[in-house]
């Protein structure tokens, strides 16, 4: 790879910022799924006593997205500060 073509510091931080926003895509998915799957699981399913289990993945993937939120709010800021001040 040449120089020319080499990526700076804010390029792999806007890839990592693209990448961070697709996972927290399909974390909000997730969490939506496994709530789907809980409302079952303690209605229709109660008997079968696994509610807690598809809640506590539930807790556990949600803790994920909101992780996925705070890295790249944390992030954009870290890429808006790397950007040139405006020429006067």
């Avoid at 799924?33 to 399913?45: C, I, V």
């Avoid at 696994?50 to 709010?73: C, F, N, P, Y």
């Amino acid at each position: 790879m040449s120089d020319e073509n080499a990526k700076t510091p804010a390029d792999h931080i806007g890839d990592t910022v693209a990448q961070l926003k697709e996972m927290r895509h399909y974390s909000k998915n997730n969490v939506e799924t496994l709530t789907a799957a809980w409302l079952l699981f303690d209605g229709e399913l109660s008997k079968l006593k696994q509610a807690e289990k598809i809640a506590d993945l539930m807790d556990r993937q949600g803790q994920l997205h909101e992780a996925l939120e705070t890295v790249i709010t944390d992030l954009e800021e870290v890429l808006e500060k790397m950007k040139p001040a405006p020429e006067e």
